[in-house]
């Protein structure tokens, strides 16, 4: 009887389908003690994870691993080395034109606002064919950056001059330019070494990578200007996202798009405020950028920002003038509803 039981069980497991696990991997480029790990990407993973009974896992690339370099999200996504990214729109640069107009200066210094215009254009289309072959999960933009400077005080556009700030994009590239400074493109894992070296006298960035990359250490002076933001991509290769069973697709869908987009706005508040909380505690000199003096900005840049849109007509982006004044309107849309 006993034999005969045991068998009955041997045959009920073999006949009994076994739940196939699929392990998708997933690089950015951000310490994995930062924020974007913690709040949004981890939690996002375990979301995923727990709607398919475990069916999915993750294996998570932060930065400072063979597949947390910065420039390369967009690239190892669209080759399947990984299969889900989360990266720099800017970096490498000319991939994301179209997009890159969120990051003109004075735009918005609010991510939520700056994440709603993103989010909006792509789902109506006007970000064109940046992102073929690429599911698209999210886009974002982070708060207000500031110009953080080591041993330069900066309060006037005069002041600006000569001074070698990192940029993160081209059109920051361009604003600064015509502030007067010299742009250095870096990427954010070598800020600290080249303002240690005193390679560069400073850099732009929200307050967040501030702390997360240790630069409180080698900086004395921070800028409230409020003047651009920066635009991120989270996005997992086509091809893998259509190959997987439905209720798996059906999962990742509701753990991104709108379910997602709308939580930036408050983890990029909770992210800065540590960053210059830090900064206040190491009695640094934190200045805000006068009314009177942003003024003085915006005129100064009412060129540079017609230049840069006529560079972009003549890299492909032939409306230009009619996308930046889109992501304009979306930018008053979300203010006016607050």
Known sequence: ?????????????????????????????????????????????????????????????????????VAKQQEQVLAGVVDIAHGLSGIPRGRFNRTSLVEMPFLTRDAGAATYALWSLYNEGELGDEYDGLKVLALHAHN???????????????????????????????????????????PPGEVYENLQRKVIDGTVFPWDPIKSFGLNEV?????????????????????????????????????????????????????????REEAEAANHTITVLSDEERDRWREALGPMIESYLETMKSEGVEDAPELYQKFQDKVAEFEAAQ
Request: charged share 20%; glycine share 10%.
């Open 1 to 69: 009887m006993k034999s005969a039981i045991t068998a009955g069980v041997a045959m009920f497991l073999a006949s009994t389908p076994v739940m196939a696990e699929t392990k998708l991997s997933l690089s950015h480029y951000l310490p994995a003690v930062h924020g974007i790990q913690t709040d949004f990407i981890g939690p996002w993973t375990e979301q995923v994870s727990a709607c398919t009974d475990g069916e999915v896992t993750f294996e998570i690339f932060p930065g400072g691993t063979q597949k947390g370099n």
């Open 144 to 186: 207000g950056g500031l110009l953080h400077t080591n041993g330069k005080h900066v309060e006037t556009m005069e002041d600006m001059k000569g001074l070698r700030i990192r940029t993160p994009s081209p059109p920051i590239s361009e604003m600064l330019t015509f502030l007067g400074a010299t742009p250095q493109g870096l």
């Open 219 to 275: 900086l004395t002076d921070h800028l409230d200007m409020g003047a651009y933001t920066v635009s991120f991509f989270f996005v997992m290769n086509q091809k893998k996202y259509d190959s997987l069973p439905e209720n798996v697709r059906s999962c990742i869908d509701q753990a991104s798009g709108d379910n997602l987009v709308g939580n930036f706005d408050q983890w990029w508040d909770k992210w800065d405020a540590s960053g």
